[in-house]
């Protein structure tokens, strides 16, 4: 029965990208090359975030650890990882990480034709109480061999040819979507494997959960303060929705994703384009929205449709259930209209 199936099918996160890759016969597998160094990466940090409270207690992570080296903090860590594997992999073109203030044009020698856009830890100021943490990325393909420059990687979130996520939690959890749906893979550290354990998530077209932080309420714009009173206090007497902030956005999305309902980080009197970075926050996890079935709102526009002008620009953004969705864009419409 479906238990066995588990334990002889074993689908893992390598088999099931080069399934989807046999349907494109002119791929030469690039991009599941790329995908198992990411993977590695994912593998890596998981290790070492599991470590890190251990590290802490019995001191190796205090400023000099047993080698003698100054310990490293684990986003600084994790961000070495990625981009080695990254470049390593031989596929890449040119790196943006959350770490780095520019932009890493990759050696000829070792060039491909993939831009990762990645936060190789995002939300690591959770680390230490215990709260899931998660690697976010977004991969996009250049057309041709050429010098590599910003503008391949300045593109809107809708150019992307995959996204995804790897959460660092109760257990490490990666979701990937390559355009065609979204599905989710969990690592069985016995086997050193990611095995696919959500095929084809889609997330519920209407939810009863909003994911906000409330404590940026004086701020707000009228339409989220206007969605936000509705949440609390329904017109039309449903029940009201529950409020779950985890503050780690890899958290709040995938629940948002298994669940529904609505995330939000919207623009406030004292941030105009939020907090939320577009390259490796906003664009990956609207991506893996549209994919599952969601939407991904700015405020203004279509997420995926933003063309960054800085790599680490921010913007606004409501991600999640269609019909939540559909009624933060209605409040938006109705403002613009007003001005
Ligand atoms: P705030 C974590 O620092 C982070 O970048 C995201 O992971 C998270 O969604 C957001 O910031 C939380 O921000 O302002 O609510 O603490």
Redesign the pocket.
């Known amino acids: 029965h479906a238990a066995d199936a588990h334990r002889t099918d074993l689908m893992t996160i390598t088999r099931f990208v080069l399934n989807e890759q046999s349907k494109y016969p002119e791929s030469r597998g690039d991009f599941t090359i790329l995908l198992n160094h990411i993977v590695l990466g994912c593998k890596f940090v998981c290790s070492s975030v599991n470590k890190a409270g251990l590290a802490k207690l019995i001191g190796l992570a205090g400023e000099i650890n047993i080698q003698g080296e100054e310990q490293k903090k684990l986003d600084v860590l994790s961000n070495e990882v990625f981009i080695k594997a990254l470049v390593s992999s031989g596929r890449t073109c040119i790196l943006v990480s959350e770490e780095d203030e520019d932009a890493i044009i990759v050696e000829p020698s070792k060039r491909g034709r993939y831009c990762v856009v990645f936060?190789p830890l995002?939300?690591?100021?959770?680390i230490d109480c215990g709260v899931s943490?998660?690697t976010i990325f977004g991969i996009y393909m250049v057309k041709d061999d050429h010098e590599p420059t910003l503008a391949d990687v300045l593109q809107p979130g809708k150019q992307m040819v995959a996204a995804g996520y790897c959460m660092y939690g109760s257990s490490c959890t990666l979701v990937l979507s390559t355009g065609k749906g979204v599905n989710g893979f969990t690592l069985d550290p016995s086997l050193g494997e990611f095995i696919l354990t959500h095929p084809d998530i889609r997330i519920p077209k209407k939810g009863k959960i909003y994911s906000?932080?409330e404590?940026?309420a004086k701020n707000w714009d009228g339409p989220t303060a206007k969605y936000v009173e509705n949440c609390k206090f329904p017109k039309d007497g449903s029940p009201s929705k529950s409020l779950r902030?985890?503050?780690?956005?890899?958290?709040?999305?995938h629940r948002t994703l298994l669940y529904g309902g609505t995330?939000m980080?919207p623009a406030d009197k004292k941030s105009p384009s939020g907090?939320?970075?577009v390259l490796y926050?906003v664009f990956p996890m609207s991506f893996l929205m549209e994919n599952a079935g969601g939407q991904a709102f700015t405020g203004k526009q279509r997420a995926l449709d933003l063309v960054p002008t800085k790599i680490h620009d921010r913007s606004p953004i409501f991600l999640g259930s269609y019909d939540d969705i559909e009624e933060i864009k209605a409040l938006y419409a109705a403002e613009g209209k007003k001005e």
Not at 122 to 126: C, F, L, R, Y
């Open positions: 936060d995002d939300g690591s100021s959770n943490i998660g906000v932080n404590g940026n902030y985890i503050g780690s956005m890899v958290a709040d999305v995330f980080y907090k939320l970075r926050e």
